[in-house]
T-cell receptor
């Protein structure tokens, strides 16, 4: 079946540091890949997505590239801010799974000033 | 355009009581998904519904849990005879179609506490 594996957290960085959160997946065919962000006490918000191999999703300074050969979708940001502190979820969906999302375990990011 | 609405935001139930969680999708969205987030875990799919139809309930526990999305009104997730292990955040998401390229928009969640 489909599965998503994220790097274990929590991750703590200083402001303006470089961020990488690793995400790898297992799925047949070509899933669509997503990064969602969850701020404390809130629901999930879509951060970025990629729907085919070599696509790069980007938003608010965050980027992730769909790598079919390594089955990865790592999230990166060149310079994090305190306001980026949140939980980040990698997810995938496949048409054959009825469009339901399969999530990774989530990575808690804390950015200190 | 109002987002996905869920209520209540917080719900406390004693063991053995029933919990009813409501979800109103975004305007124009006819597909609803329910996910459960247990403490310190990621979200797990529960059920996928369209108006008056359950499309995929493969993530629903076999007993005590049910879901509906009537022609009129919100989608309801019902948990009968709650137990402590049901304590979790329950999120609803909606989309305009069921195809994988369409984003699912999430509500703020209902945090259920069973005492």
């Amino acid at each position: 079946g489909n599965s998503v594996t994220q790097m274990e957290g929590p991750v703590t960085l200083s402001e303006e540091a470089f961020l990488t959160i690793n995400c790898t997946y297992t799925a047949t065919g070509y899933p669509s890949l997503f990064w969602y962000v969850q701020y404390p006490g809130e629901g999930l918000q879509l951060l970025l997505k990629a729907t085919k191999a070599d696509d790069k999703g980007s938003n608010k300074g965050f980027e992730a590239t769909y790598r079919k050969e390594t089955t990865s979708f790592h999230l990166e940001k060149g310079s994090v801010q305190v306001s980026d502190s949140a939980v980040y979820f990698c997810a995938l969906t496949r048409e054959t799974s009825g469009s339901r999302l399969t999530f990774g375990e989530g990575t808690q990011l804390t950015v200190n000033p | 355009n109002a987002g996905v609405m869920q209520n209540p935001r917080h719900l406390v139930r004693r063991r053995g009581q029933e919990a009813r969680l409501r979800c109103s999708p975004m305007k124009g969205h006819s597909h609803v998904y329910w996910y459960r987030q247990l403490p310190e875990e990621g979200l797990k799919f529960m059920v996928y519904l369209q108006k008056e139809n359950i499309i995929d309930e493969s993530g629903m526990p076999k007993e005590r849990f049910s879901a509906e999305f009537p022609k009129e009104g919100p989608s309801i997730l019902r948990i009968q005879q709650v137990v402590r292990g049901d304590s979790a955040a329950y999120f609803c998401a909606s989309s305009p179609t069921g195809t994988e390229n369409y984003e699912q928009y999430f509500g703020p969640g209902t945090r259920l506490t069973v005492t």
